[in-house]
């Protein structure tokens, strides 16, 4: 018996030991300054229309030369883009909704300290919902953001993975509704 006993707490040590540092590529923090600014600007972007909502939150850290890609035909990413999709998405959904760490519905955020060439970046995988205003359909889909930080805290890239075609849906018929 103090044979299986030695055998199983070596397994338990050699199975417990970290990788080696050559296989490690960044630390993922999920309560660190970054990500808190993150979820701040979900929160924020939620509360468009509203008396919480902070028109000038992220002036001190958002790069005026923000670039990035987006999984949207047609949509570009820069300061304008960037600073303007809250009010654009209100103007075409109602009832918009995204998880947050914590909250009623899915929500991750995170970021990893990558080792160099790849710098920091800041992930949210979550729940969007909404409604659209002009059509009444029911969005719901799980979509993917990133954020890159430059080395003075300030964001520089921003990269969004979802299914435009809701949004895509809800513009068409809003320019409908407008020439009508």
Not at 88 to 110: A, D, K
Request: net charge negative; with cysteine.
């Amino acid at each position: 018996m103090k044979k299986i006993i030695l055998i199983f707490a070596t397994f338990l040590i050699v199975a417990c030991q970290q990788p080696m540092d050559n296989d490690t590529v960044g630390i993922v923090k999920m309560d660190d300054e970054k990500s808190q600014k993150i979820l701040d600007g979900i929160k924020n972007y939620m509360a468009y229309g509203t008396d919480e909502y902070d028109e000038t939150l992220g002036e001190d850290y958002i790069a005026e030369a923000i670039s990035g890609s987006s999984s949207i035909p047609g949509t570009e990413v820069n300061i304008d883009s960037y600073s303007q999709t809250a009010a654009m998405h209100h103007s075409l959904f109602e009832n918009i909704q995204m998880g947050i760490p914590g909250g009623e519905t899915l929500g991750v955020i995170q970021t990893v300290y990558y080792d160099e060439p790849y710098g920091t970046w800041s992930h949210y995988w979550g729940q969007w919902s909404a409604t659209g205003k002009i059509t009444g359909n029911e969005s719901s889909q799980f979509i993917h953001l990133n954020w890159q930080w430059d080395e003075n805290g300030n964001i520089i890239s921003h990269n969004i993975h979802v299914d435009g075609r809701d949004i895509l849906t809800e513009m068409a018929a809003a320019s409908t509704s407008a020439s009508e």
